[in-house]
């Protein structure tokens, strides 16, 4: 199966920007539907962002501040998140999904994001 790896976290001052990348290791055209997740420290993963077919949904908490994206010729998912705030501090993950929202693949290191306020 194809494994995924994320980056493009870092430490960034609230209201600023990052861009999460997540590679994977084989085409991901056949891959209709994408997610990426996050978890903070003693919390567990939650799904903050989602798209299939175009069609996106969002955390609340993140909507109008993260967009989804992909590029298929670069087998690479993306997550912009804009605004930043101390709260969005977390590791960040991503994965393709069944219809249920279930994983396909095993879990990536996930990259860090850390933001102060």
């Known amino acids: 199966q194809a494994q995924l790896v994320e980056s493009g976290g870092g430490l960034v001052q609230a209201g600023g920007s990052l861009r999460l990348s997540c590679a994977a290791s084989?085409?991901?055209?056949?891959?209709?539907?994408m997610a990426w997740y996050r978890q903070a420290p003693e919390k567990q993963r939650v799904l903050v962002a989602r798209?299939?077919?175009?069609?996106?949904d969002y955390l609340d908490s993140v909507k109008g501040r993260f967009t989804i994206s992909r590029d298929n010729a670069k087998n690479t998912l993306y997550l912009q998140m804009n605004s930043l705030k101390p709260e969005d501090t977390a590791v960040y993950y991503c994965?393709?999904?069944?219809?249920?929202?279930?994983?396909?693949?095993?879990w990536g290191q996930g990259t860090q994001v850390t933001v102060s306020s």
């Open positions: 084989e085409s991901i055209e056949k891959f209709i539907r």
């Open positions: 994965n393709f999904i069944y219809w249920n929202d279930e994983p396909i693949f095993s």
């Open positions: 798209m299939s077919s175009g069609v996106t």
